[in-house]
C-alpha cells in the first residue's frame, strides 16, 4: 500500500489549454479517494497522470515517498481498471486476470494460486474457463478488477470503471466494489461524474471544476458544508435550490425576502455574513422543506412557513416532489441558467424543488404551505460564488468523523 502525493500538479496542452491547473491533494495510505466532476474537469487526466499515462508539466507526484514524475507507468507498481474493461477478447477470464503475471514471469504455480484466490474473491471461480463475449457486463467488470487485484500493487485507479453498466448493476458493482476495497485496504482513486457513486463510495471526495479542486472533504461535509455554489449545486440529487434574497429592512435587518416568502435569519451569524451586501443566494435542499400541515406547531416556530403555487408533482412512493416556480433578476437568472449547463442539470434554474413526505396531499396547480427549516439554509456571494455561512467548527467534526471511521475500518480487516 501506499500514499499519493501530489503538490501543485499542473497539464497543459499544446494550445495552453490548462486539463489540470495547480492542483494539491493528498491520498492516505488505504484511503478510498473519489475524484468527481462534470466532463471536461480534469479528473481523468488527472489519474492518468498518476498512474503515468499523461505527461506532468510541472508539479511534484509522490507514491509512497518517491518522486514518480519521470518514472514508466510499469515502474509505479500501479493497477488501473478501465471504463472499457479492456480485456482480451481471445483469452479465457483465467488468462485475463493471470496476464500481467505472465508479463512479469512468475512461475506457473504462483500464477494458479493467485489467479485462483483472486477469482475466488471476486466469485468468478465457475467462469475461469469461459470467454469474455461470453459474460455479462457486471462479470466482464469483475474480470478487469481481477487482473488489477492479481498484481498486489502498491494502488488502484479506477476510470468510471461503471458507466457502461445499466442503473441496477451498478448499484451492485458499487456495492462489491466497497466491499472489496475495505477487505482488501488498499489505496484507491476512482473517478466517477456520477455524485451517486461519490457519495457512497469515497471516504472522501475531492470536487473538480474546469481542472481547479474546488472542495475536499467527506461526502457528509460537501453534503452539509459545501464551499461554494458549484459545489453545493454538484452533490445532491436533486439539486440545492438557490433563491435570490435581499435584507428586509422593514424587520430591522433580520429576515431575507426571498421569492418564495421571507424567511427569518436563526442566528448572527448569517446576519453578519449577509452584511452590507444588495442581493445574496439562499440555499436549501429539497428535503428542507415539508408540507405545513404536516408539521407540529412547536416545530413550526422554528422555521418559516411560505404560501406558494405547486406547478408540477411527481409521486414516488416512498417520496413527492413538488416543483415550485419564481421570478428572479435576469442576472441572476442567467447565471444560474450557466451553472445548471455546467453541471449537466435542468434543476438549477428559477424553480424550486422541494420533496416532502409520500403521505401529503398537495397537488399540482394549487397553492400550497410549505414548512422550511431555514435553520439549515446556506448563504452564498452571487459575485464569487463563496459560501458565506459554513460552519467551520462542524467541518472539523465531520472531518475528524470520518477519520476515525476509516481507521476504524482499517483496524478491522481481516488478516
Same mark, same amino acid.
Given at each position: 500500500?501506499?500514499?499519493?502525493t501530489m503538490k501543485n500538479i499542473v497539464k497543459l496542452y499544446g494550445d495552453g489549454f490548462p486539463a489540470v491547473n495547480d492542483i494539491s491533494l493528498d491520498v492516505r495510505d488505504g484511503e478510498f479517494m473519489i475524484l468527481v466532476g462534470p466532463s471536461g474537469c480534469g479528473k481523468s487526466t488527472l489519474l492518468r497522470m498518476i498512474v503515468g499515462l499523461e505527461d506532468i508539466t510541472s508539479g511534484e507526484m509522490k507514491i509512497a515517498d518517491r518522486v514518480v514524475n519521470r518514472i514508466a507507468p510499469r515502474q509505479r507498481n500501479l493497477s488501473m481498471v478501465f471504463q472499457n474493461y479492456a480485456l482480451y477478447p481471445h483469452l479465457t477470464v483465467f488468462e485475463n486476470i493471470a496476464f500481467p503475471l505472465r508479463l512479469a514471469k512468475k512461475p506457473d504455480e504462483e500464477v494458479r494460486r493467485r489467479v485462483n484466490d /483472486?477469482?475466488?474473491?471476486?466469485?468468478?471461480?465457475?467462469?475461469?474457463?469461459?470467454?469474455?463475449?461470453?459474460?455479462?457486463?457486471?462479470?466482464?467488470?469483475?474480470?478487469?478488477?481481477?487482473?488489477?487485484?492479481?498484481?498486489?500493487?502498491?494502488?488502484?485507479?479506477?476510470?468510471?470503471?461503471?458507466?457502461?453498466?445499466?442503473?441496477?448493476?451498478?448499484?451492485?458493482?458499487?456495492?462489491?466494489?466497497?466491499?472489496?476495497?475495505?477487505?482488501?485496504?488498499?489505496?484507491?482513486?476512482?473517478?466517477?461524474?456520477?455524485?451517486?457513486?461519490?457519495?457512497?463510495?469515497?471516504?472522501?471526495?475531492?470536487?473538480?471544476?474546469?481542472?481547479?479542486?474546488?472542495?475536499?472533504?467527506?461526502?457528509?461535509?460537501?453534503?452539509?458544508?459545501?464551499?461554494?455554489?458549484?459545489?453545493?449545486?454538484?452533490?445532491?440529487?436533486?439539486?440545492?435550490?438557490?433563491?435570490?434574497? /435581499?435584507?428586509?429592512?422593514?424587520?430591522?435587518?433580520?429576515?431575507?425576502?426571498?421569492?418564495?416568502?421571507?424567511?427569518?435569519?436563526?442566528?448572527?451569524?448569517?446576519?453578519?455574513?449577509?452584511?452590507?451586501?444588495?442581493?445574496?443566494?439562499?440555499?436549501?435542499?429539497?428535503?428542507?422543506?415539508?408540507?405545513?400541515?404536516?408539521?407540529?406547531?412547536?416545530?413550526?416556530?422554528?422555521?418559516?412557513?411560505?404560501?406558494?403555487?405547486?406547478?408540477? /408533482?411527481?409521486?414516488?412512493?416512498?417520496?413527492?416532489?413538488?416543483?415550485?416556480?419564481?421570478?428572479?433578476?435576469?442576472?441572476?437568472?442567467?447565471?444560474?441558467?450557466?451553472?445548471?449547463?455546467?453541471?449537466?442539470?435542468?434543476?438549477?434554474?428559477?424553480?424550486?424543488?422541494?420533496?416532502?413526505?409520500?403521505?401529503?396531499?398537495?397537488?399540482?396547480?394549487?397553492?400550497?404551505?410549505?414548512?422550511?427549516?431555514?435553520?439549515?439554509?446556506?448563504?452564498?456571494?452571487?459575485?464569487?460564488?463563496?459560501?458565506? /455561512?459554513?460552519?467551520?467548527?462542524?467541518?472539523?467534526?465531520?472531518?475528524?468523523?470520518?477519520?476515525?471511521?476509516?481507521?476504524?475500518?482499517?483496524?478491522?480487516?481481516?488478516?
Amino acid at each position: 500500500m501506499a500514499a499519493i502525493t501530489m503538490k501543485n500538479i499542473v497539464k497543459l496542452y499544446g494550445d495552453g489549454f490548462p486539463a489540470v491547473n495547480d492542483i494539491s491533494l493528498d491520498v492516505r495510505d488505504g484511503e478510498f479517494m473519489i475524484l468527481v466532476g462534470p466532463s471536461g474537469c480534469g479528473k481523468s487526466t488527472l489519474l492518468r497522470m498518476i498512474v503515468g499515462l499523461e505527461d506532468i508539466t510541472s508539479g511534484e507526484m509522490k507514491i509512497a515517498d518517491r518522486v514518480v514524475n519521470r518514472i514508466a507507468p510499469r515502474q509505479r507498481n500501479l493497477s488501473m481498471v478501465f471504463q472499457n474493461y479492456a480485456l482480451y477478447p481471445h483469452l479465457t477470464v483465467f488468462e485475463n486476470i493471470a496476464f500481467p503475471l505472465r508479463l512479469a514471469k512468475k512461475p506457473d504455480e504462483e500464477v494458479r494460486r493467485r489467479v485462483n484466490d /483472486t477469482a475466488e474473491l471476486l466469485e468468478l471461480t465457475e467462469h475461469l474457463e469461459r470467454k469474455p463475449a461470453n459474460l455479462s457486463g457486471g462479470q466482464r467488470q469483475r474480470v478487469a478488477m481481477g487482473r488489477a487485484i492479481v498484481r498486489q500493487a502498491d494502488a488502484f485507479l479506477f476510470d468510471e470503471p461503471l458507466s457502461n453498466l445499466d442503473a441496477k448493476l451498478r448499484g451492485q458493482m458499487r456495492a462489491e466494489i466497497s466491499r472489496l476495497q475495505r477487505r482488501l485496504g488498499v489505496t484507491t482513486v476512482y473517478v466517477t461524474h456520477d455524485q451517486t457513486e461519490a457519495m457512497t463510495l469515497g471516504d472522501r471526495v475531492a470536487v473538480l471544476r474546469k481542472g481547479v479542486l474546488q472542495q475536499v472533504g467527506s461526502p457528509r461535509e460537501l453534503y452539509e458544508e459545501p464551499v461554494n455554489l458549484f459545489v453545493a449545486g454538484f452533490i445532491g440529487s436533486p439539486s440545492m435550490n438557490f433563491l435570490p434574497a /435581499t435584507l428586509d429592512a422593514s424587520a430591522g435587518g433580520t429576515s431575507l425576502s426571498t421569492p418564495l416568502g421571507r424567511f427569518e435569519l436563526p442566528d448572527e451569524g448569517k446576519a453578519a455574513a449577509v452584511g452590507e451586501r444588495g442581493v445574496v443566494l439562499v440555499g436549501l435542499r429539497p428535503e428542507y422543506f415539508e408540507d405545513a400541515s404536516l408539521v407540529s406547531d412547536d416545530k413550526r416556530a422554528r422555521g418559516a412557513v411560505i404560501d406558494v403555487q405547486v406547478d408540477v /408533482t411527481e409521486w414516488l412512493g416512498n417520496e413527492l416532489y413538488a416543483y415550485v416556480p419564481y421570478e428572479a433578476p435576469a442576472d441572476l437568472a442567467a447565471q444560474l441558467r450557466e451553472l445548471s449547463r455546467e453541471l449537466d442539470s435542468d434543476q438549477l434554474r428559477t424553480q424550486a424543488v422541494v420533496a416532502l413526505d409520500p403521505g401529503s396531499l398537495i397537488t399540482e396547480g394549487e397553492s400550497a404551505e410549505l414548512w422550511v427549516d431555514t435553520r439549515r439554509m446556506h448563504i452564498f456571494d452571487p459575485a464569487t460564488g463563496e459560501n458565506l /455561512t459554513r460552519d467551520e467548527d462542524r467541518v472539523a467534526v465531520l472531518g475528524r468523523k470520518a477519520e476515525e471511521a476509516r481507521l476504524r475500518q482499517r483496524e478491522s480487516k481481516p488478516g
